[in-house]
Protein backbone atom coordinates (compact mmCIF):
# COMPACT_ATOMS: atom_id res chain seq x y z
CA UNK A 1 0.00 0.00 0.00
CA UNK A 2 1.11 3.62 -0.60
CA UNK A 3 3.27 5.21 2.91
CA UNK A 4 4.54 7.96 2.97
CA UNK A 5 7.00 8.95 5.66
CA UNK A 6 8.53 12.15 7.46
CA UNK A 7 11.82 11.58 9.08
CA UNK A 8 10.93 12.42 12.57
CA UNK A 9 8.63 13.24 14.83
CA UNK A 10 10.12 16.23 16.07
CA UNK A 11 13.43 18.34 15.21
CA UNK A 12 15.03 21.14 17.07
CA UNK A 13 17.53 23.17 15.21
CA UNK A 14 19.33 26.37 16.42
CA UNK A 15 18.09 29.67 15.07
CA UNK A 16 19.73 31.19 12.37
CA UNK A 17 20.79 27.25 10.92
CA UNK A 18 19.00 25.47 8.19
CA UNK A 19 16.41 22.89 8.77
CA UNK A 20 16.13 19.92 6.44
CA UNK A 21 13.04 17.75 6.62
CA UNK A 22 12.44 14.54 4.94
CA UNK A 23 9.66 13.05 3.24
CA UNK A 24 9.99 9.31 1.75
CA UNK A 25 7.31 7.36 -0.35
CA UNK A 26 7.28 3.85 -1.28
CA UNK A 27 4.41 1.91 -3.77
CA UNK A 28 3.03 5.54 -5.22
CA UNK A 29 4.42 7.32 -8.47
CA UNK A 30 3.32 10.59 -7.53
CA UNK A 31 2.73 13.56 -10.43
CA UNK A 32 3.65 16.55 -7.69
CA UNK A 33 4.31 16.76 -4.05
CA UNK A 34 2.99 19.60 -1.96
CA UNK A 35 4.31 21.01 1.81
CA UNK A 36 2.10 22.28 4.12
CA UNK A 37 2.72 24.28 7.88
CA UNK A 38 0.16 23.41 10.55
CA UNK A 39 0.34 25.48 13.42
CA UNK A 40 -1.37 23.92 16.72
CA UNK A 41 -5.14 24.31 16.83
CA UNK A 42 -5.64 25.65 12.93
CA UNK A 43 -5.97 23.85 9.86
CA UNK A 44 -2.48 23.29 7.54
CA UNK A 45 -1.18 26.19 5.31
CA UNK A 46 -0.17 25.77 1.95
CA UNK A 47 3.53 26.47 1.05
CA UNK A 48 4.82 25.18 -1.85
CA UNK A 49 4.75 22.64 -4.63
CA UNK A 50 7.12 20.89 -7.05
CA UNK A 51 6.01 18.40 -9.88
CA UNK A 52 7.51 15.00 -11.01
CA UNK A 53 9.62 16.73 -13.81
CA UNK A 54 11.24 19.41 -11.46
CA UNK A 55 13.97 18.99 -9.66
CA UNK A 56 13.77 22.06 -7.30
CA UNK A 57 11.35 25.05 -6.06
CA UNK A 58 12.49 27.72 -4.03
CA UNK A 59 10.33 30.51 -1.84
CA UNK A 60 12.08 33.14 0.26
CA UNK A 61 13.67 31.11 2.61
CA UNK A 62 12.20 28.00 1.75
CA UNK A 63 13.72 25.60 -0.69
CA UNK A 64 11.76 21.95 -2.01
CA UNK A 65 13.67 19.21 -3.88
CA UNK A 66 12.22 15.66 -5.56
CA UNK A 67 13.92 13.10 -6.03
CA UNK A 68 11.76 10.43 -7.80
CA UNK A 69 14.27 8.02 -7.88
CA UNK A 70 15.38 7.74 -4.07
CA UNK A 71 12.00 8.03 -3.89
CA UNK A 72 12.48 11.14 -1.63
CA UNK A 73 11.53 15.46 -0.88
CA UNK A 74 13.11 18.18 1.60
CA UNK A 75 12.24 20.48 2.41
CA UNK A 76 15.46 23.34 3.65
CA UNK A 77 14.53 26.52 5.80
CA UNK A 78 17.34 28.49 5.50
CA UNK A 79 17.94 31.04 8.36
CA UNK A 80 15.60 29.93 10.74
CA UNK A 81 13.62 31.81 13.20
CA UNK A 82 11.46 30.70 15.99
CA UNK A 83 8.09 32.17 14.32
CA UNK A 84 9.48 28.64 11.47
CA UNK A 85 8.05 26.59 14.80
CA UNK A 86 5.83 24.52 13.46
CA UNK A 87 4.41 20.86 12.17
CA UNK A 88 5.35 20.92 8.22
CA UNK A 89 3.57 18.14 6.50
CA UNK A 90 4.05 16.80 3.28
CA UNK A 91 1.12 15.52 0.66
CA UNK A 92 1.47 13.45 -2.52
CA UNK A 93 -0.94 13.37 -5.35
CA UNK A 94 -1.53 12.43 -8.48
CA UNK A 95 -3.73 13.24 -11.43
CA UNK A 96 -7.71 12.19 -11.00
CA UNK A 97 -6.63 11.11 -7.61
CA UNK A 98 -6.97 11.86 -4.04
CA UNK A 99 -3.89 14.10 -1.84
CA UNK A 100 -2.29 11.72 0.79
CA UNK A 101 -0.77 13.71 3.55
CA UNK A 102 2.59 12.23 5.92
CA UNK A 103 2.28 12.44 9.52
CA UNK A 104 3.90 15.89 9.73
CA UNK A 105 7.17 16.60 11.49
CA UNK A 106 7.08 19.27 14.41
CA UNK A 107 9.91 21.58 13.94
CA UNK A 108 11.37 23.51 17.13
CA UNK A 109 13.84 26.87 15.97
CA UNK A 110 15.78 27.12 19.38
CA UNK A 111 16.47 30.72 19.76
CA UNK B 1 -11.71 37.85 5.54
CA UNK B 2 -12.08 34.31 6.16
CA UNK B 3 -11.27 32.04 3.08
CA UNK B 4 -12.38 28.90 5.00
CA UNK B 5 -14.94 28.84 7.60
CA UNK B 6 -16.20 26.39 9.49
CA UNK B 7 -18.62 25.88 12.34
CA UNK B 8 -18.58 24.72 14.93
CA UNK B 9 -14.94 25.12 16.14
CA UNK B 10 -15.86 22.56 19.03
CA UNK B 11 -18.62 20.18 19.13
CA UNK B 12 -18.86 18.23 21.97
CA UNK B 13 -21.92 15.73 22.09
CA UNK B 14 -22.63 12.40 23.61
CA UNK B 15 -22.42 8.78 21.87
CA UNK B 16 -25.67 7.73 19.31
CA UNK B 17 -26.13 11.71 18.73
CA UNK B 18 -26.70 13.15 15.53
CA UNK B 19 -24.85 16.27 14.76
CA UNK B 20 -23.36 18.71 11.50
CA UNK B 21 -20.28 20.82 10.59
CA UNK B 22 -20.62 23.59 8.34
CA UNK B 23 -18.51 24.68 5.73
CA UNK B 24 -18.04 27.83 3.90
CA UNK B 25 -15.56 29.32 1.38
CA UNK B 26 -15.70 32.23 -0.35
CA UNK B 27 -12.68 32.13 -3.13
CA UNK B 28 -14.77 30.60 -5.50
CA UNK B 29 -13.45 27.34 -5.75
CA UNK B 30 -14.80 24.38 -7.45
CA UNK B 31 -13.88 21.66 -5.19
CA UNK B 32 -14.32 20.89 -1.44
CA UNK B 33 -13.08 18.38 0.98
CA UNK B 34 -13.63 16.71 4.49
CA UNK B 35 -10.79 15.54 6.51
CA UNK B 36 -10.49 13.67 9.59
CA UNK B 37 -7.18 14.47 11.60
CA UNK B 38 -7.01 12.03 14.55
CA UNK B 39 -5.27 11.80 17.80
CA UNK B 40 -2.39 10.83 15.96
CA UNK B 41 -2.21 13.66 13.45
CA UNK B 42 -2.97 12.02 10.37
CA UNK B 43 -4.87 13.96 7.95
CA UNK B 44 -6.96 11.61 6.18
CA UNK B 45 -9.05 12.76 3.46
CA UNK B 46 -12.51 11.50 3.73
CA UNK B 47 -14.55 13.23 0.64
CA UNK B 48 -14.16 15.80 -1.99
CA UNK B 49 -17.23 17.43 -4.15
CA UNK B 50 -16.67 19.54 -7.39
CA UNK B 51 -19.07 21.31 -8.32
CA UNK B 52 -21.50 19.62 -6.04
CA UNK B 53 -21.08 16.66 -7.65
CA UNK B 54 -19.73 13.90 -5.30
CA UNK B 55 -16.09 13.05 -6.27
CA UNK B 56 -14.41 11.15 -3.61
CA UNK B 57 -15.29 9.08 -1.27
CA UNK B 58 -12.96 6.75 0.97
CA UNK B 59 -13.62 4.35 3.37
CA UNK B 60 -15.50 5.88 6.03
CA UNK B 61 -18.78 4.37 7.65
CA UNK B 62 -22.25 5.44 5.99
CA UNK B 63 -23.04 7.78 9.13
CA UNK B 64 -21.09 10.05 7.63
CA UNK B 65 -22.63 12.32 4.83
CA UNK B 66 -21.96 14.89 2.73
CA UNK B 67 -24.23 17.68 2.07
CA UNK B 68 -23.17 20.42 -0.94
CA UNK B 69 -26.30 22.74 -1.46
CA UNK B 70 -23.79 25.01 -3.70
CA UNK B 71 -20.51 24.99 -5.04
CA UNK B 72 -19.42 27.50 -2.03
CA UNK B 73 -20.85 25.13 0.80
CA UNK B 74 -20.14 21.78 1.50
CA UNK B 75 -21.67 20.50 5.20
CA UNK B 76 -21.06 17.18 6.74
CA UNK B 77 -23.93 15.31 8.96
CA UNK B 78 -22.90 12.53 10.84
CA UNK B 79 -25.75 9.82 12.83
CA UNK B 80 -25.13 7.80 15.98
CA UNK B 81 -22.21 9.12 17.00
CA UNK B 82 -19.13 6.86 18.20
CA UNK B 83 -15.99 7.31 20.65
CA UNK B 84 -13.97 6.51 17.88
CA UNK B 85 -15.50 9.80 16.02
CA UNK B 86 -13.82 11.76 18.65
CA UNK B 87 -10.90 14.18 16.26
CA UNK B 88 -10.65 17.66 14.17
CA UNK B 89 -12.77 17.39 11.09
CA UNK B 90 -11.00 20.05 8.65
CA UNK B 91 -12.86 21.26 5.78
CA UNK B 92 -10.71 22.38 2.48
CA UNK B 93 -11.35 23.96 -1.08
CA UNK B 94 -9.17 23.72 -4.35
CA UNK B 95 -9.47 25.63 -7.28
CA UNK B 96 -10.36 22.49 -9.62
CA UNK B 97 -10.03 19.03 -9.23
CA UNK B 98 -9.16 17.97 -12.40
CA UNK B 99 -6.35 20.17 -11.96
CA UNK B 100 -5.46 18.06 -8.53
CA UNK B 101 -2.53 19.71 -8.03
CA UNK B 102 -3.77 23.20 -7.18
CA UNK B 103 -3.22 24.43 -3.42
CA UNK B 104 -5.78 23.01 -0.89
CA UNK B 105 -6.84 25.92 1.55
CA UNK B 106 -8.12 24.41 4.92
CA UNK B 107 -10.23 25.80 7.58
CA UNK B 108 -9.95 26.02 11.13
CA UNK B 109 -11.41 22.97 12.00
CA UNK B 110 -14.08 21.03 13.81
CA UNK B 111 -12.94 19.57 17.15
CA UNK B 112 -15.13 16.68 18.00
CA UNK B 113 -15.41 14.96 21.37
CA UNK B 114 -17.49 12.33 21.69
CA UNK B 115 -18.33 10.65 25.22
Known amino acids: SQKIEQNSEALNIQEGKTATLTCNYT??????LQWYRQDPGRGPVFLLL?????KEKRKERLKVTFDTTLKQSLFHITASQPADSATYLCALGHRDDKIIFGKGTRLHILP | DTAVSQTPKYLVTQMGNDKSIKCEQN?????MYWYKQDSKKFLKIMFSYNNKELIINETVPNRFSPKSPDKAHLNLHINSLELGDSAVYFCASSQDLRAISYEQYFGPGTRLTVT
Open chain 1, 27 to 32: NYSPAY
Open chain 1, 50 to 54: IRENE
Open chain 2, 27 to 31: LGHDT
